[in-house]
């Protein structure tokens, strides 16, 4: 086992070792007529939208809006995922159920699993089979719909500092499982050979590109060469998302939309 440590003492050295990119520019501010419950960016700079009363939209970075087309069945925890490139997908734990659309928001399909124990995190792979996790057993999952199970990995209780999971990768072959103070990467054969510790707010993975967001910075995590490239500070402890190009920041209803610079 590989063990590449990123702790909250080791913050402060990273601030003066790496680069660090701190003229954001703002490009927009949005009022929102309600308090989304989830947000997620793609790699073109879209942001995506979840809204309390069901509403689904698309706001590209010319401010250009799409909605779907229908508002979506009521739950309080919907998650909004961009990792595949033409799909994006919406889970909810509550219900059990996975909505596809495409870059555009027309609905692709709709998915109810009825497996016997609860999935509290599910994703659309990049060859279309679904990847999850069932925290009572701390059992990663990788399937074809409905229920035909192609691989179960059981994570060991003494690597997890919970049960608790926030979001599933792919990266080169293998899986990224996202906790609140550490990411864990996982091979085909159930083998964690990577081990990341530092607390994550959100994560965006694109090609080699970890990008790691908290309330106070985002990190860039070259993982072909596995070291940390260069370090955002963030100007305020806001809730943040990025993809590394740019930010958002959502408070009092307002959205506001900031570009960053990249390292070159």
């Not at 793609?42 to 809204?51: A, F, K, L, Q």
Request: aromatic share 14%; charged share 20%.
């Amino acid at each position: 086992m590989k063990f590449c440590f990123f702790s909250i003492f080791s913050t402060l050295i990273f601030l003066f070792i790496f680069p660090q990119v701190n003229e954001f520019q703002k490009k927009h501010e949005i009022r929102l007529l309600h308090r989304p419950l989830d947000l997620n960016l793609d790699s073109e700079n879209n942001i995506y939208i979840i809204m309390q009363n069901g509403q689904f939209m698309k706001l590209s970075f010319d401010q250009k809006l799409t909605f779907a087309s229908s508002d979506l069945p009521l739950a309080m925890d919907w998650k909004i995922s961009t990792n595949n490139p033409f799909k994006i997908t919406l889970f909810s734990s509550s219900r059990q159920e996975m909505i596809v659309f495409d870059k555009q928001l027309a609905l692709i399909a709709q998915y109810k699993f009825q497996f016997p124990f609860p999935l509290d995190v599910v994703k659309l792979s990049s060859q279309n089979t679904f990847l999850a996790w069932y925290s009572q057993a701390r059992e990663f999952i990788e399937f074809h719909y409905p229920d035909y199970i192609i691989r179960k990995i059981r994570i060991p209780v003494e690597v997890l500092k919970n049960n608790l999971l926030r979001d599933i990768f792919e990266l080169n072959g293998s899986f990224l499982l996202v906790q609140m103070e550490q990411i864990l990467q996982v091979d085909f054969t159930g083998n964690l050979n990577t081990f990341f510790i530092t607390p994550s707010d959100r994560v965006y993975v694109q090609d080699n590109t970890i990008i790691i967001t908290t309330p106070y910075r985002i990190n860039h995590f070259d993982k072909a060469n596995e070291k940390l490239t260069y370090v955002v500070v963030l100007p305020n402890g806001k809730e943040w998302i990025s993809n590394g190009k740019v930010a958002a920041s959502y408070d009092n209803q307002i959205l506001t939309v900031y570009t960053i610079p990249t390292k070159d």
